[in-house]
């Protein structure tokens, strides 16, 4: 409830402002306090009346008030989420009330795009997550404390990285090439979140630009899902939109607050990987096995049998080390002058994870100031700024944990007998050297400014005029030591992004303030926004003969502009009808499809207001809703519907001394948005006043125009260009309970929450999967399949008399052969990455000061391919293996898990192949996930009330403290890093050398002053 | 007064909705130009045919040569390596591992070739002879785009009778669309139209050959005819090059071609930094660098060094760690930081020209023996190795053929050479497999397969 109170708080401000104090004279002045039944908590902005007038008043921010009533007269006390409560006027001259917490949230009210809204007046599907539920759970960056609380809302973790986002899709996945992510809107700008724009992958993880949001200045966050919920955004709110509302200020007192979590980290597994003794024998039963005889001959790194053995390097404990985690926050709340108040804040995160070498360090400050000069007008200005600085340790590959599972051999030194560092195995094989060799950061500065004004000139009309801008200067730099490069001379580099994103909108409301039942608003708005991201990327070269080499990127610059309207009905508190449209114009459209026009309707029938269910003690609330609307994704890269030519600009690219020009892209004059049609069918519904609540909604998005970055034929002499070609489906159920299982002193909470998912890919315009791509992690895009298919040749069984490895072809015969594409490869669809359900379930426990709250996450239906496998446990090579492979064929007769050991391609089926991508490395990603647990005790305010302080909590909270799964490799919940947007799409559930989650326990301290 | 408000919204809407250029970002990058603004006069026709021929290097410049070699029996493959060279040296190319490099390059020359053809007569400033030389020129592009993607793309002229086997696809216009292969016949055919409109409408002369002349288009000529099996007009046209005096064959040996020889090449230019034949750098063998392709050592054994005293032997190759387990033979005739690629040349022609002699219907031994003699004097330094007057035509034709071999040796004649053999009815093994060998024809990239247009048959 209070976390209402605080969003509120602007709106209250106003309507105070609005409706003054209607005094009448010769009466008795009553002056009082309104506070919160259970936390004692003043309460601002209560509205307090005298029955039967229009004399009334609203608390002001210290919960006071002051009315003047006749004796005998009653008060009506009433706030949002509280229970009205009436209290007769006899003698007294002060009044203290503490107001009780309704248990029906009928009159929650939930932020939507451009406004808010009561959430029992909604009609389209929106979750919301306050702040308590996001600020105790430890997570490198916001997003992830999604997972498990938000219906339909999927959240893949990425790795045990530090500031590693997560894969966010609402509702499934509706796009192929272009980014899946939902928009994100923090305060009302649409914040940058282009991840492959930035530079996409460095050092082991994706970038992530929502990490340099601090989660503690997080108010709530609301994600919105159906048509008519995003179809304010019009083209680009068709993957959702996730808003994010960050705390303001509140109150002229002066209030204080202190917080601080320190966090200790390790991964939620660890790998087994072979030692030295282990991998030698590995790799002479491949030598024997290949009918050689002797000592093996030919080991990787250039090592002898004999050198080989005097080392035992545990490449995983050199890379890894207890993670700490340390934030601290700081936020004052004070009045400044007469109207106004301001909230301004800092804090300071240094969040090291239990990779050497990888620490985020962040400084965040912000400031936000609200004026109030007349009732009529309110302005608030809101300033954030973030200094993020990560560490990065090597690609998975070569460096980091990854090298530790990959090419860094037990049988390799960490250093040569003169004390340098062993790089026989290549600089892969040694991460100590790449760590201590090679650094490499991203660091970021990041400020989002946003200026707000409201004008009300009557009751029922308002302004709101918002212009923000979100600036963003992201670098990628390192060095890299001369040691590990051929030409033995140190190399640096530097890329620079910059990101310009600025918008404003105007917003009108109006109340047509209908009478007999009618309520009719009606909103009409413009937006306009525009970003521009600049590049250089420059490095230095010791081995130049000119050092420094800088290459200016392609100016990416981009514009909407926008008009919007939205109507909201009821009827007699009960029937409601919701109209939005909206038309978007983008710099990013082919000039035949300038426009797009986005219209959504909303139907919804409050079932418990009608007379034959009124005052019914079973079924206290029954809200049934429907909505269908038309929503569109607009992430394609800019200027690509452009037919350009490109011009020599120096004498290397001249041809013969002579310039040359020539065409680079081909024109798609019909380029537009993706479009989803979206239905929406659910219902809401309260048992016993409120104790069991429960929500439901089916979904059914058909996406069509979806893009895909067609390879034209080659013979065109074209490369590729974005179209809008393929179709695909996403239909899903979502089913949430909230029970208050045990009420009273011990009290017990229930949220559960439940999504179904089935994605297809119903047309891809007659393209080839081979045309779509995929490559790199074997998902592939397949009319009539999931999004992320994996498409691997299938693998049957071991042949217990030879240890070969036995696959099915086409049609399903076994063979010995393996022969991946082409027209008679036996690769096919065998797995998907998409989950057929996920969902949370938390339980609350409250007695006295203390409360404990665990929250499970689940997921079903999944398969992990763990790429890396194929390598782990494939032929011997200058691979480390998991120790899995202990269960393999040896002799004839065995019935094994894992083929023979092998050097030779050909005896698992391919000779020269070396990986195969067969589904011997699919696996099962079922799992159930101990996500968070967090024990909280509230100091009682007695103990504390001496030192100045108003309140104080201590917590302790577990991250990932156990996982229930039978994939056997590091993380069932895994998301690697991805080449591009596409892979993002199709690749969720793919694992690469990718680092596990962290397991992290957190001890926390609150003090408010 | 709440009017003024809906009408002010409004007004400021429309201002916007006004405003289309708003929405018109075009992309701002250095060198990069709209292309409704990019061809409009005669400069910027030229400019466009000079891209086309920029491009030549993309597959002329190495990679059409070395996936040939690969193909064929001069070369070995260095362990370990791991990209589609692999694929290519062991003859299963796939829709994944496969030389795309050549067959995008090449078709990306066709379409600025197509694009000179189409706004020739569109822009300003073109006069006549222009507008004639800049279309032959394009033709002459066109022409050998075409004939490097169909001898690697398709079984070679003569492997179906009528030559109605699978071909390429024949692009003579820009237009973006799904086709079928056209057959080989038919593949020829454009090839050869081509190549005759250009060699008429060429100048003699064009900047020191880095441009297309009619002597270039005849020595195409002569390598389209001889891979044809037209001995006769292959004759012919090698005859005109090899007696135009245009061009003066070197009486020293040098490993790298003269400049006299060369009829239409590749340059580049260590001053500005434009460098050229990359693609060779896999022979490369100076300083650090490891070839990747290196001589068989049977062919290095039995056939470079089956005569004594012959220059090319150590002007051409390189021994390394000579003895040891390790040994490998290197070429250093590619030995180049900034080379010259020779596109067309006097000594390939001469060599095609005695063949063809030998071959045609009315053999002309005289011209084939002075050809074999001439290049047999200049490898060896003297006369000792010639071929005598009274030779008969079979060790002529067998002269000629090893000359060819070991004159052009790494330059991707010997694949082509041999398929030609083999398809005119020799028994013809390229390094243990029959001439027809499905795996000797390249796979197209699998993105280019459709309804319309089937990929190659693969090697089981």
């Known amino acids: 409830m209070r976390i209402i109170?605080?969003?509120?708080?602007?709106?209250?401000?106003?309507?105070?402002?609005?409706?003054?104090?209607?005094?009448?004279?010769?009466?008795?002045?009553?002056?009082?306090?309104?506070?919160?039944?259970?936390?004692?908590?003043?309460?601002?902005?209560?509205?307090?009346?005298?029955?039967?007038?229009?004399?009334?008043?609203?608390?002001?921010?210290?919960?006071?008030?002051?009315?003047?009533?006749?004796?005998?007269?009653?008060?009506?006390?009433?706030?949002?989420?509280?229970?009205?409560?009436?209290?007769?006027?006899?003698?007294?001259?002060?009044?203290?009330?503490?107001?009780?917490?309704?248990?029906?949230?009928?009159?929650?009210?939930?932020?939507?795009?451009?406004?808010?809204?009561?959430?029992?007046?909604?009609?389209?599907?929106?979750?919301?997550?306050?702040s308590k539920d996001i600020g105790d759970k430890l997570s490198s960056s916001f997003e992830s404390v999604l997972a498990g609380q938000a219906p339909g809302v999927s959240v893949t973790s990425g790795s045990g990285m530090a500031g590693a986002g997560a894969v966010v899709r609402v509702r499934g996945v509706a796009s192929i090439n272009s980014a899946g992510d939902p928009l994100y809107v923090v305060d009302g700008i649409p914040i940058t979140n282009d991840i492959f724009g930035l530079g996409g992958r460095t050092g082991g993880m994706n970038i992530n630009p929502l990490s340099s949001i601090n989660t503690n200045d997080i108010e709530s966050i609301e994600v919105l899902k159906d048509a008519s919920a995003t179809g304010i955004y019009g083209s680009r709110g068709a993957n959702g939109v996730v808003i994010i509302t960050t705390k303001k200020a509140k109150g002229k007192e002066l209030k204080l607050e202190f917080s601080t979590k320190q966090s200790f980290s390790g991964p939620t597994k660890k790998v087994n990987m072979t030692n030295s003794a282990e991998w030698l024998q590995l790799y002479q039963e491949a030598w024997e096995n290949d009918g050689n005889t002797g000592i093996p001959q030919k080991l990787p790194g250039g090592m002898t049998w004999t050198d080989a053995q005097k080392y035992d390097t545990d490449w995983w404990d050199e890379v890894t080390r207890t993670g700490y985690k340390q934030e601290y926050n700081l936020d004052a709340n004070f009045g400044v002058a007469k109207n106004l108040i301001a909230r301004l804040g800092g804090s300071f995160t240094n969040n090291q994870s239990y990779l050497v070498n990888n620490d985020l360090e962040r400084g965040n400050g912000n400031l936000n100031l609200i004026y109030s000069p007349s009732k009529k007008l309110n302005l608030a200005v809101t300033s954030t700024l973030a200094k993020t600085s990560t560490s990065l340790p090597g690609n998975p590959w070569d460096g980091g944990l990854g090298a530790a599972m990959g090419y860094a051999l037990p049988i390799y030194p960490v250093y040569n007998a003169d004390g340098t560092f062993f790089k026989g195995g290549g600089n892969s094989a040694n991460p100590v050297m790449v760590n201590e060799l090679r650094k490499e950061s991203n660091d970021e500065l990041r400020t989002i400014n946003s200026f707000i004004l409201n004008y009300l000139p009557t009751s029922k009309l308002s302004f709101s005029f918002t212009g923000a801008l979100d600036f963003m200067d992201f670098q990628n730099l390192?060095?890299?030591?001369?040691?590990?490069?051929?030409?033995?001379?140190?190399?640096?580099?530097?890329?620079?992004?910059?990101?310009?994103?600025?918008?404003?909108?105007?917003?009108?409301?109006?109340?047509?303030?209908?009478?007999?039942?009618?309520?009719?608003?009606?909103?009409?708005?413009?937006?306009?926004?525009?970003?521009?991201?600049?590049?250089?990327?420059?490095?230095?070269?010791?081995?130049?003969?000119?050092?420094?080499?800088?290459?200016?990127?392609?100016?990416?610059?981009?514009?909407?502009?926008?008009?919007?309207?939205?109507?909201?009905?009821?009827?007699?508190?009960?029937?409601?009808?919701?109209?939005?449209?909206?038309?978007?114009?983008?710099?990013?459209?082919?000039?035949?499809?300038?426009?797009?026009?986005?219209?959504?309707?909303?139907?919804?029938?409050?079932?418990?207001?009608?007379?034959?269910?009124?005052?019914?003690?079973?079924?206290?609330?029954?809200?049934?809703?429907?909505?269908?609307?038309?929503?569109?994704?607009?992430?394609?890269?800019?200027?690509?519907?452009?037919?350009?030519?490109?011009?020599?600009?120096?004498?290397?690219?001249?041809?013969?001394?002579?310039?040359?020009?020539?065409?680079?892209?081909?024109?798609?004059?019909?380029?537009?948005?993706?479009?989803?049609?979206?239905?929406?069918?659910?219902?809401?519904?309260?048992?016993?006043?409120?104790?069991?609540?429960?929500?439901?909604?089916?979904?059914?998005?058909?996406?069509?125009?979806?893009?895909?970055?067609?390879?034209?034929?080659?013979?065109?002499?074209?490369?590729?260009?974005?179209?809008?070609?393929?179709?695909?489906?996403?239909?899903?159920?979502?089913?949430?309970?909230?029970?208050?299982?045990?009420?009273?002193?011990?009290?017990?909470?229930?949220?559960?929450?439940?999504?179904?998912?089935?994605?297809?890919?119903?047309?891809?315009?007659?393209?080839?999967?081979?045309?779509?791509?995929?490559?790199?992690?074997?998902?592939?895009?397949?009319?009539?399949?999931?999004?992320?298919?994996?498409?691997?040749?299938?693998?049957?069984?071991?042949?217990?008399?030879?240890?070969?490895?036995?696959?099915?072809?086409?049609?399903?015969?076994?063979?010995?052969?393996?022969?991946?594409?082409?027209?008679?490869?036996?690769?096919?669809?065998?797995?998907?990455?998409?989950?057929?359900?996920?969902?949370?379930?938390?339980?609350?426990?409250?007695?006295?000061?203390?409360?404990?709250?665990?929250?499970?996450?689940?997921?079903?239906?999944?398969?992990?391919?763990?790429?890396?496998?194929?390598?782990?446990?494939?032929?011997?090579?200058?691979?480390?293996?998991?120790?899995?492979?202990?269960?393999?064929?040896?002799?004839?007769?065995?019935?094994?898990?894992?083929?023979?050991?092998?050097?030779?391609?050909?005896?698992?089926?391919?000779?020269?192949?070396?990986?195969?991508?067969?589904?011997?490395?699919?696996?099962?990603?079922?799992?159930?996930?101990?996500?968070?647990?967090?024990?909280?005790?509230?100091?009682?305010?007695?103990?504390?009330?001496?030192?100045?302080?108003?309140?104080?909590?201590?917590?302790?909270?577990?991250?990932?403290?156990?996982?229930?799964?039978?994939?056997?490799?590091?993380?069932?919940?895994?998301?690697?890093?991805?080449?591009?947007?596409?892979?993002?799409?199709?690749?969720?559930?793919?694992?690469?050398?990718?680092?596990?989650?962290?397991?992290?326990?957190?001890?926390?301290?609150?003090?408010?002053? | 007064m709440k009017k003024r408000y809906l009408i002010l919204t409004f007004l400021i809407g429309m201002f916007f909705s006004s405003c289309e250029s708003l929405l018109e970002i075009n992309p701002v990058a250095e060198g990069v130009i709209l292309k409704t603004d990019a061809i409009q006069t005669k400069d910027d026709v030229q400019q466009l045919l000079n891209a086309a021929y920029d491009v030549v290097n993309g597959f002329y410049g190495g990679r059409f040569q070395r996936t040939s070699e690969l193909l064929a029996d001069n070369v070995v493959l260095r362990d370990g390596i791991t990209d589609e060279m692999v694929n290519i040296y062991k003859r299963y190319t796939t829709g994944y591992f496969t030389d795309n490099e050549t067959y995008e390059q090449a078709y990306i020359c066709i379409l600025r070739s197509n694009l000179v053809l189409e706004n020739i007569g569109l822009v300003s400033g073109m006069t006549d002879s222009d507008a004639k030389r800049m279309a032959a020129e394009a033709k002459f592009l066109r022409a050998i785009s075409h004939f490097a993607v169909v001898r690697l793309f398709a079984q070679p002229y003569g492997f179906t009778a009528n030559n109605d086997h699978p071909g390429i696809i024949i692009k003579t216009n820009s237009k973006v669309e799904l086709l079928p292969r056209n057959t080989v016949a038919e593949v020829y055919q454009q090839i050869l139209k081509d190549l005759t409109e250009a060699e008429t409408d060429l100048p003699a002369t064009n900047s020191g050959f880095a441009y297309a002349t009619n002597w270039a288009a005849k020595a195409a000529l002569a390598q389209v005819y001889f891979q044809m099996h037209d001995y006769e007009k292959a004759y012919t046209k090698s005859s005109e090059v090899v007696n135009s005096n245009v061009f003066t064959f070197a009486p020293g040996l040098s490993s790298t071609p003269p400049e006299s020889e060369l009829i239409f090449k590749l340059v580049s230019n260590e001053t500005s930094g434009k460098r050229v034949g990359g693609d060779f750098g896999v022979y490369r063998s100076d300083g650090t660098n490891i070839p990747n392709i290196r001589v068989a050592p049977d062919v290095y054994k039995n056939v470079i060094k089956a005569s004594a005293g012959d220059l090319r032997i150590d002007l051409f190759y390189k021994v390394f760690n000579p003895g040891a387990e390790n040994e490998y033979i290197a070429f250093s005739k590619f030995n180049s930081?900034?080379?010259?690629?020779?596109?067309?040349?006097?000594?390939?022609?001469?060599?095609?020209?005695?063949?063809?002699?030998?071959?045609?219907?009315?053999?002309?031994?005289?011209?084939?023996?002075?050809?074999?003699?001439?290049?047999?004097?200049?490898?060896?330094?003297?006369?000792?190795?010639?071929?005598?007057?009274?030779?008969?035509?079979?060790?002529?034709?067998?002269?000629?053929?090893?000359?060819?071999?070991?004159?052009?040796?790494?330059?991707?004649?010997?694949?082509?050479?041999?398929?030609?053999?083999?398809?005119?009815?020799?028994?013809?093994?390229?390094?243990?497999?029959?001439?027809?060998?499905?795996?000797?024809?390249?796979?197209?990239?699998?993105?280019?397969?459709?309804?319309?247009?089937?990929?190659?048959?693969?090697?089981?």
């Open chain 1, 5 to 130: 109170r605080k969003n509120l708080n602007v709106l209250i401000l106003i309507l105070s402002l609005l409706l003054g104090n209607f005094a009448m004279a010769q009466q008795s002045v009553l002056t009082g306090k309104v506070t919160d039944s259970s936390s004692g908590e003043s309460l601002p902005g209560v509205s307090i009346v005298v029955k039967g007038t229009t004399n009334g008043t609203i608390s002001d921010f210290n919960g006071e008030f002051t009315i003047n009533a006749q004796r005998g007269a009653s008060l009506l006390f009433s706030f949002v989420g509280y229970i009205t409560q009436e209290v007769k006027i006899d003698t007294q001259s002060t009044l203290n009330i503490s107001l009780k917490a309704s248990t029906e949230q009928i009159d929650e009210v939930v932020i939507v795009g451009y406004g808010i809204q009561k959430k029992r007046e909604i009609t389209g599907s929106i979750a919301k997550i306050d």
């Open chain 1, 478 to 1009: 390192g060095t890299e030591q001369g040691y590990m490069r051929s030409s033995g001379k140190d190399y640096r580099w530097k890329n620079d992004r910059k990101v310009y994103n600025w918008n404003y909108n105007v917003v009108a409301n109006y109340n047509f303030g209908l009478q007999n039942g009618h309520d009719l608003k009606a909103m009409l708005g413009h937006e306009l926004q525009e970003s521009l991201t600049t590049g250089v990327n420059t490095n230095w070269d010791e081995s130049r003969e000119v050092k420094e080499s800088s290459t200016k990127l392609r100016d990416e610059h981009w514009r909407f502009l926008s008009f919007f309207g939205r109507l909201n009905y009821m009827y007699k508190d009960r029937y409601i009808a919701q109209a939005t449209l909206r038309s978007d114009g983008s710099s990013r459209f082919g000039k035949n499809n300038k426009y797009g026009y986005f219209p959504t309707l909303a139907l919804g029938w409050i079932v418990s207001e009608e007379d034959f269910l009124k005052g019914n003690n079973l079924l206290s609330f029954l809200k049934l809703k429907a909505s269908y609307g038309i929503t569109g994704n607009s992430n394609i890269p800019n200027y690509e519907h452009v037919g350009t030519y490109k011009l020599s600009t120096t004498p290397e690219q001249q041809y013969n001394g002579l310039p040359i020009r020539y065409p680079e892209k081909f024109e798609n004059p019909d380029l537009k948005w993706e479009t989803t049609k979206s239905l929406d069918l659910g219902f809401e519904a309260r048992f016993f006043e409120g104790r069991i609540g429960t929500e439901f909604a089916y979904f059914l998005k058909n996406s069509d125009d979806i893009f895909i970055n067609v390879a034209i034929s080659t013979s065109s002499g074209y490369g590729s260009q974005w179209q809008n070609i393929a179709s695909i489906v996403n239909e899903g159920i979502e089913f949430s309970l909230t029970t208050k299982n045990l009420t009273g002193k011990f009290q017990w909470d229930t949220q559960f929450n439940i999504s179904t998912l089935r994605n297809e890919v119903t047309d891809v315009g007659g393209l080839t999967t081979e045309e779509i791509g995929g490559g790199t992690n074997d998902t592939r895009i397949l009319k009539g399949y999931p999004v992320g298919t994996n498409r691997l040749v299938r693998f049957s069984r071991i042949d217990p008399a030879d240890g070969r490895p036995i696959y099915l072809d086409k049609q399903g015969n076994e063979t010995k052969t393996y022969k991946f594409e082409g027209g008679e490869g036996f690769a096919v669809p065998a797995g998907k990455v998409i989950p057929d359900f996920t969902g949370g379930l938390t339980n609350t426990f409250r007695y006295k000061g203390f409360e404990l709250s665990t929250l499970f996450t689940f997921s079903k239906g999944a398969q992990i391919y763990d790429s890396s496998s194929k390598r782990q446990m494939g032929l011997a090579s200058n691979w480390n293996f998991r120790t899995d492979i202990f269960d393999r064929w040896r002799q004839p007769g065995d019935i094994a898990k894992y083929p023979r050991m092998s050097l030779e391609g050909i005896n698992y089926g391919k000779d020269g192949e070396q990986w195969f991508n067969s589904t011997m490395w699919l696996f099962n990603g079922d799992y159930i996930r101990l996500k968070n647990v967090v024990l909280t005790y509230n100091i009682p305010n007695k103990m504390v009330a001496g030192a100045g302080i108003s309140a104080m909590r201590v917590f302790v909270a577990g991250t990932n403290l156990l996982t229930f799964t039978k994939y056997p490799g590091a993380d069932p919940e895994v998301a690697r890093d991805h080449d591009d947007a596409r892979d993002r799409n199709m690749s969720a559930n793919v694992s690469f050398l990718t680092p596990p989650q962290e397991r992290v326990v957190t001890v926390g301290l609150n003090i408010s002053f």
């Open chain 2, 337 to 460: 930081e900034f080379p010259i690629v020779p596109i067309y040349r006097l000594t390939e022609q001469k060599l095609l020209r005695a063949e063809a002699a030998l071959l045609k219907s009315s053999p002309d031994l005289t011209t084939a023996i002075k050809d074999v003699n001439d290049i047999r004097t200049r490898a060896f330094g003297n006369t000792s190795k010639n071929l005598l007057a009274t030779a008969t035509a079979d060790v002529v034709l067998s002269a000629a053929r090893t000359e060819r071999r070991l004159e052009l040796m790494g330059e991707g004649y010997q694949l082509h050479d041999l398929k030609r053999r083999g398809s005119a009815g020799e028994n013809i093994l390229i390094r243990g497999v029959d001439w027809d060998y499905v795996g000797l024809v390249i796979q197209f990239s699998a993105s280019e397969a459709n309804e319309l247009f089937k990929a190659n048959p693969e090697p089981n």
